[in-house]
Nanobody, 122 residues
Framework: QLQASGGGLVQPGGSLRLSCAAL????????TGWFRQAPGKEREWISC????????YYADSVKGRFTISRDKAKRTVDLQMNNLKYEDTAVYYC?????????????????WGQGTQVTVSS
């Protein structure tokens, strides 16, 4: 029910912008998060924006490099990723929860996208 896009191959230090859209509804009233999963590792929560843009949250691993935001016109939640590192390589997923606040555990989310691959390589 969600669609994540914008992944690709980028060199270390480069940038990518991911976008998450809901196929049948707008995300404005949903807290929306981004997770990632690298090969052989557990799914990791990295960021969330509460509904109505009240608050943003970031994992320590991406704080200061990633920015989550809403595009009101496109009705998407975007993740701007700057200064990418090798360890950022993973499949990135967006997820939405039918609630105002954010959660870091993936079991709390109601809707998921299919994932988009981000590869940081020289």
């Amino acid at each position: 029910q969600l669609q994540a896009s914008g992944g690709g191959l980028v060199q270390p230090g480069g940038s990518l912008r991911l976008s998450c859209a809901a196929l049948t509804f707008g995300l404005e009233l949903f807290a929306t998060g981004w997770f990632r999963q690298a090969p052989g590792k557990e799914r990791e929560w990295i960021s969330c924006i509460s509904s109505r843009n009240v608050q943003e949250y970031y994992a320590d691993s991406v704080k200061g490099r990633f920015t989550i935001s809403r595009d009101k016109a496109k009705r998407t939640v975007d993740l701007q990723m700057n200064n990418l590192k090798y360890e950022d390589t993973a499949v990135y997923y967006c997820a939405a929860i039918n609630a105002r606040g954010c959660y870091s555990d993936y079991g709390s989310y109601d809707y998921w996208g299919q994932g988009t691959q981000v590869t940081v390589s020289s």
